[in-house]
């Protein structure tokens, strides 16, 4: 016995000790039930040499937790852990632990309850295990809030191999996710071998370079070829290693669009006959499969049943996005198709459109033979006529959840603007990766409640489960793809399990350092922004004032300042909440144990005769961009050239009608009010702003008007000021209507405007 083992020991004679390393089982994702027993005296010794006792049906769980548990020093204890089944439960991922001084018992409603048991011990442990873990005596019960909780992953624009992809599956293990959609075609790559037409791998895996920077921004092609794909042996292996984590792999083979790869291998399967090539851009192709042609037929049924005979699960993915028309348009195949199925074009959807019902209806019959299902992209739901039984994921936004389970089809919510891991992470650009566009913190992440606005309990009931997207554009290495993943995936962990009165951002936050230690033990890249301090204001009215608080990290002291300089050693430590009530610019700053500053975030403060007054909407926010709501947009803050940084409110297809009551009467002689552009990913600009005032806070009298010509798609990206003068004027209250321009394209969208002032 070496020295520290023998005071280990001595700890647990005594029970107790003020520097041992406790367990806490309040992990990510939180458990439903946590309850501690601090009566009892003593507690379980954890370490490396732990007895493990298990029946031969969780031999496999056994070796998993053999294998946590090889992480800690040898506890000099002869403490027993016991797994079971039979934890009776209508939740079949149940599970129950209880901790008393000599044993632990993990009982499942299944080898999947006992599993998810495992990993909330593991993650239970504290930061440092340099010593054996004492395990408080209580009962942790649990189940998860989804029976459906998932994580895609793009293989195509970059390709990962067998090792990266097992990892990415035991990444998906820690964090309790149970489905793995695994995006295994598109235009630039087929990565899936198929024994009846081998040139998909042969011609189709390979391209030889890839854009260099932003799509839109060049288009110059680097000479470093991408290539790769799986034969059938590995993706065997593959799944047999998910399922032994009692994961899921879904295979989304993308049809009829994004199939360049497999045009390029098989031109005969295009409208124009080629020839063809795999992309190494990212879009701005027009040609995709032929559904006029028999043999294309042909080959979405030998490949979808190739594929299912390979992966057993109940679900297929069939793509069905992003599947331009204008070839279809014009082939005299596709044109004899849509007469001999009789199809008639209608208001709601083209004839085109129904053909690609044709196909979609066409792949779910081949899954049904199968006994499975189809899964396909929101856009599916644009033909009326398909299956009762595909499943909608809804990614632009939560739209295609809400119309589909209004059409009575499940679905599964993996919305863009909160759970597309491909999106920054900071709106720090300069510091970050080159990525996508978007902006998804883990806070916005954490935020997201999958029961969306209006949708009724038969609604509700149709919401398999969310799941987060990462595309791979521009996630070249598997490090960087840990980078995009953690931890936006414990923030997702947390949505798909934990119930939703229990889910707590700041509590999140303080929880994670054990679940970052497990990253590095693991060797996981992560990113560091999540110990950040988030700046928080609230308006505290009758004092016409803001209040600031700002979270702290722990382990980390947070330092600010209020005249606009950069926050460095010297500035005020951050210990209580600030009550701001002149104009200022807040900067903030999280500095680590070691010394290291995070980003520094900033805000600017303006008070006018608005700031703090009461104020009604005329029409509601847009629920995914409401954000602080009516209030945010006389708070003060200025939004900056960020549309999701929280400053903004979003406002679809309605105008911003605000009324405001000052909390003093003022004269004013000129209203601003700000706008804020993205081109193209859905912001959008102001047609009009209507000025109205009332001297007695009750009858308005229009005072001016501005006029903006119309949306122009080349004006710049950014924060727009817009001024309005009149004559000045005495007014207890100000109505600001601010009416959107006509949308256009295939987003919606959405009019955001900050801070409404006068002076
Ligand atoms: C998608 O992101 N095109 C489904
Ligand atoms: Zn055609």
Request: with cysteine; glycine share 8%; aromatic share 10%.
């Amino acid at each position: 016995m070496n020295l520290r083992l023998f005071i280990a020991s001595a700890v647990v004679a005594v029970g107790v000790s003020a520097y041992a390393a406790i367990a806490d089982y309040r992990v990510v994702p939180l458990p439903q039930s946590v309850t501690l027993a601090p009566e009892v005296s003593g507690c379980f010794i954890l370490g490396s040499d732990t007895k493990v006792d298990a029946p031969k049906t969780l031999r496999r769980e056994a070796d998993f937790l053999r294998s946590y548990l090889g992480v800690l020093p040898k506890s000099g204890a002869k403490g027993v852990i016991e797994l079971r089944l039979g934890l009776k439960s209508d939740n079949p991922e149940a599970y129950r632990i209880t901790v008393a001084p000599k044993k632990i018992i993990v009982e499942g409603a299944s080898a999947a309850g006992v599993f998810y048991g495992l990993q909330t011990l593991r993650k239970s442990l504290p930061v440092d295990i340099s010593m054996p873990v004492e395990m408080p005596v209580g009962e942790i019960y649990d189940a998860p809030r989804f029976s459906y909780r998932g994580a895609h992953l793009d293989v195509v624009r970059h390709f990962f191999d067998v090792d990266e992809v097992k990892t990415f599956i035991d990444m998906l293990a820690l964090h309790n996710i149970n489905k793995f959609h695994w995006h295994l075609t598109d235009d630039q790559g087929w990565r899936v071998e198929i024994k009846k037409y081998p040139r998909l791998t042969e011609v189709g895996s390979k391209r030889p370079g890839t854009l260099i920077g932003r799509y839109g921004a060049g288009t110059e092609i680097d000479s470093i070829p991408v290539e790769g794909f799986y034969t059938q042996d590995q993706i065997r292996d593959i799944i047999k290693y998910a399922s032994e984590r009692h994961i899921e792999i879904i295979p989304e083979i993308d049809l009829p669009s994004h199939m360049m790869a497999a045009l390029a291998s098989y031109p005969e399967l295009g409208c124009t006959g080629g020839p063809y090539e795999v992309l190494c851009t990212w879009a701005g192709y027009k040609d995709v499969l032929c559904p006029g042609k028999d043999k294309t037929m042909e080959f979405i049924s030998d490949v979808l049943t190739e594929v299912m005979e390979l992966f057993p699960s109940r679900f297929i993915h069939i793509g069905g996005d992003e599947c331009p028309k204008d070839r279809w348009k014009e082939c005299p195949d596709c044109q004899a198709r849509i007469a001999e199925l009789g199809i008639v074009a209608t208001d709601e959807a083209s004839a085109e459109t129904q053909l690609q019902g044709y196909v979609t209806r066409y792949a779910a019959d081949i899954a049904a033979k199968h006994g499975r299902s189809v899964i396909g992209w929101d856009e599916i739901l644009e033909c009326e006529d398909i299956p009762q039984d595909a499943v909608v994921m809804s990614w632009r936004g939560i739209d295609g959840a809400v119309k589909g389970t209004a059409r009575n089809h499940r679905v599964i919510q993996t919305p863009n603007d909160y759970l597309y891991f491909d999106y920054y992470q900071s709106d720090n650009m300069d510091r970050e990766p080159l990525a996508i566009g978007g902006y998804v913190p883990v806070e916005r992440v954490y935020s997201f409640e999958p029961f969306s606005d209006g949708m009724s309990e038969a609604q509700q009931a149709l919401v398999m489960g969310p799941q987060a997207n990462l595309w791979t554009e521009y996630v070249p290495t598997f490090s960087h793809l840990q980078y995009m993943e953690l931890p936006r995936m414990a923030a997702l962990a947390e949505v798909q399990w934990t119930q939703p009165e229990q889910k707590n951002y700041h509590d999140f936050k303080c929880r994670m350092p054990r679940l970052i230690a497990n990253y590095e033990r693991e060797g996981y890249n992560y990113a560091h922004h999540i110990e950040d301090t988030d700046i928080n204001y609230k308006a505290d009215r009758s004092g016409g004032a803001l209040e600031m608080s700002a979270s702290v990290y722990p382990g980390s002291t947070v330092r600010y300042s209020l005249d606009g300089s950069v926050p460095g050693e010297s500035s005020k430590v951050y210990a209580r909440p600030l009550f701001l009530d002149q104009d200022c610019v807040v900067n903030a700053v999280s500095v680590g144990a070691d010394g290291t500053m995070g980003t520094v975030q900033s805000d600017t403060l303006v008070i006018t005769a608005p700031t703090f007054g009461e104020i009604t909407l005329g029409y509601e926010p847009y629920s995914p961009f409401a954000f602080g709501g009516a209030e945010a947009l006389v708070d003060g803050l200025i939004g900056n050239d960020n549309f999701r940084s929280g400053r903004w409110v979003g406002f679809l297809g309605d105008p911003c009608d605000a009324t405001i009551t000052f909390r003093e009467p003022a004269t004013v002689s000129q209203v601003t009010f700000k706008t804020c552009l993205v081109w193209p990913e859905g912001a959008l600009e102001y047609r009009k702003a209507e000025v109205y005032g009332s001297a007695d806070g009750e009858t308005f009298e229009l005072l001016a008007t501005l006029d903006n010509p119309g949306q122009d798609p080349k004006q710049g990206n950014g924060a727009y000021l817009h001024k309005i003068d009149f004559d000045p004027v005495t007014l207890k209250a100000l109505r600001v209507v601010i009416t959107p321009c006509e949308p256009s394209g295939m987003w919606k969208r959405i009019l955001f405007v900050d801070e409404i002032s006068a002076k």
